[in-house]
């Protein structure tokens, strides 16, 4: 199993909203990240997770939350969210963090959020 | 800081063409891997071809190629026998020592029929 999974495919939500994004590996990964990508743009990292603990906050705002249960599963929280917030939000896993340059990232589907 | 610049917004090409993607970047570590990922519209990103630094001879896989020219901080891409499915968003990245892969701005790449 090569695939990194994400749910759901599309979300569209209010200001006042709370809704999570779900990602998911059976690949045997340590690392996690959340992306963000823009419309023709390329993906920006938000957070990343190493071995089930948060080793890189992009300055991210406070209304997206992640969270990472376990080494498979990946979530991100979010809580009154801005319509510039709408962008197709992106989950990826590699083997590891540590003196690991050359591990392949695999990305998911991605999630498409709008922002009303 | 490192950066990853890709010039060429958009490019187009002829089925069964060569096309050449342009990427540079500037960093001041010696040793880190180089990245070409493939987004096709409404896909997955999917990895193309890496490249070490340390290594001098280019990688290839299958119909993509890599010219790594490490003294001019350059990277292209060389796919060769374009097919309708290399249509897609074309990202270079960088990943040193601090671990983040960073991004250039991306090539939309268009095979014509």
């Known amino acids: 199993d090569t695939e990194v999974t994400q749910t759901p495919k599309h979300l569209v939500m209010g200001m006042t909203n709370k809704k999570s994004l779900k990602c998911e590996q059976h690949?045997?990964?340590?690392?996690m990240y959340w992306y963000k990508q823009k419309a023709k743009k390329p993906p920006e990292l938000m957070f990343v997770y190493s071995y089930e603990k948060l080793s890189i906050n992009e300055s991210v705002p406070s209304r997206f939350s992640p969270e990472c249960p376990n080494s498979s599963l990946l979530n991100l929280h979010l809580h009154a969210l801005q319509p510039e917030d709408s962008a197709l939000y992106l989950c990826?896993?590699?083997?590891?963090?540590?003196?690991?340059?050359?591990?392949?990232?695999?990305f998911g589907p991605g999630t498409r959020l709008t922002v009303l | 800081a490192q950066t990853v610049t890709q010039s060429q917004p958009e490019m187009s090409v002829q089925e069964a063409e060569t096309v050449t993607l342009s990427c540079t970047y500037d960093?001041?570590?010696?040793?880190?891997?180089l990245f070409w990922y493939k987004q096709p519209p409404s896909r997955q990103m999917i990895l193309v071809i890496r490249?070490?630094?340390?290594?001098?001879q280019n990688a290839t896989e299958n119909r993509f190629s890599v010219n790594f020219q490490k003294a001019a901080k350059s990277f292209s891409l060389k796919i060769s026998d374009s097919q309708l499915g290399d249509t897609a968003m074309y990202f270079c990245?960088?990943?040193?020592?601090?671990?983040?892969?960073?991004f250039g701005a991306g090539t939309i790449l268009r095979v014509k029929s």
């Open positions: 960093t001041s570590e010696n040793n880190y891997y």
């Open positions: 690949m045997g990964h340590r690392a």
């Open positions: 990826a896993s590699s083997l590891g963090l540590a003196g690991a340059m050359y591990n392949e990232q695999f």
């Open positions: 490249q070490e630094a340390y290594k001098q």
């Open positions: 990245a960088f990943r040193g020592p601090g671990n983040k892969l960073v």
